[in-house]
Nanobody, 132 residues
Framework: QVQLVESGGASVQSGGSLRLSCAASGYTYSTYCMGWFRQAPGKEREGVAAIESDGSTSYTASVKGRFTISQDKAKNTLYLQMNSLKPEDTAMYYC??????????????????????????WGQGTQVTVSS
């Protein structure tokens, strides 16, 4: 059974940095896509970044240049390095996975996002709060 467990969420001040981790277990597929999503209070869940099993990465526009998604295959761990954090980054952050060679994607108001509806494995989330 696939399990994804996020950690690393915290409260930080604007301009600060955090690194989120997502430990994966029970996932034996060699071809996969993993992504980070977030959901702020009263808002829909949105995709933030995605990484394919070959290491290719994609980011939504609002985090490009500030966030970095990466993976340590030996540790079966996904990371999200978040720098220059802003109050609008405050949200519950989730990692997710799907067995696909190419990360599912969608366009929302002309902006690229991972397509959350296509991901079938989800973690429980970790809270990130950024104060001004």
């Amino acid at each position: 059974q696939v399990q994804l467990v996020e950690s690393g969420g915290a409260s930080v001040q604007s301009g600060g940095s955090l690194r989120l981790s997502c430990a994966a277990s029970g996932y034996t597929y060699s071809t996969y896509c993993m992504g980070w999503f977030r959901q702020a209070p009263g808002k829909e869940r949105e995709g933030v970044a995605a990484i394919e099993s070959d290491g290719s990465t994609s980011y939504t526009a609002s985090v490009k240049g500030r966030f970095t998604i990466s993976q340590d295959k030996a540790k079966n761990t996904l990371y999200l390095q978040m720098n220059s954090l802003k109050p609008e980054d405050t949200a519950m952050y989730y990692c997710a996975a799907v067995t696909s060679a190419h990360c599912p994607e969608r366009m929302i108001a002309g902006t690229w996002q991972p397509n959350l509806g296509s991901y079938n494995y989800w973690g429980q989330g970790t809270q990130v709060t950024v104060s001004s």
